[in-house]
């Protein structure tokens, strides 16, 4: 795993957290990649991605959060992150994509508000 970015994924019930600490760029994005395809492959009821330890983010990481998206909608997966650094969330403002992203500010907020109501 390379030393930029270290990423750990949490099952939570019936929802997956994939949680990434450090640098999301090239070289860190074949790791977070398999993170993310991983966590889909299992058909979570829920993906939340938290970003609030993400220090550099760049469009490879904003890329693969698009590539992640699509995936999710297509399987019917609702995907939100969680409480991008806010380096991340300049990259997302800037490219207007913000608006594409269901953001939460901490993981309990995103799994309470996506869980099925009895």
Do not use: K, Y
Request: aromatic content about 2%.
């Amino acid at each position: 795993m390379p030393a930029g970015l270290r990423s750990e994924t949490v099952r939570i019930g019936d929802a997956v957290v994939c949680v990434f600490a450090g640098d999301l760029v090239l070289d860190s994005e074949p790791v977070a990649a398999r993170a993310l395809t991983d966590a889909l492959d299992g058909r979570p009821a829920l993906l939340a991605v938290d970003l609030s330890g993400v220090e550099l983010f760049t469009s490879t990481g904003l890329n693969l959060l698009l590539a992640t998206r699509r995936r999710a909608l297509a399987e019917g997966v609702p995907l939100v992150l969680v409480a991008p650094s806010p380096r991340t969330v300049r990259t997302l403002e800037l490219t207007e994509t913000d608006a594409l992203f269901t953001v939460r500010a901490t993981v309990d907020e995103a799994l309470g508000q996506h869980r099925p109501s009895a």
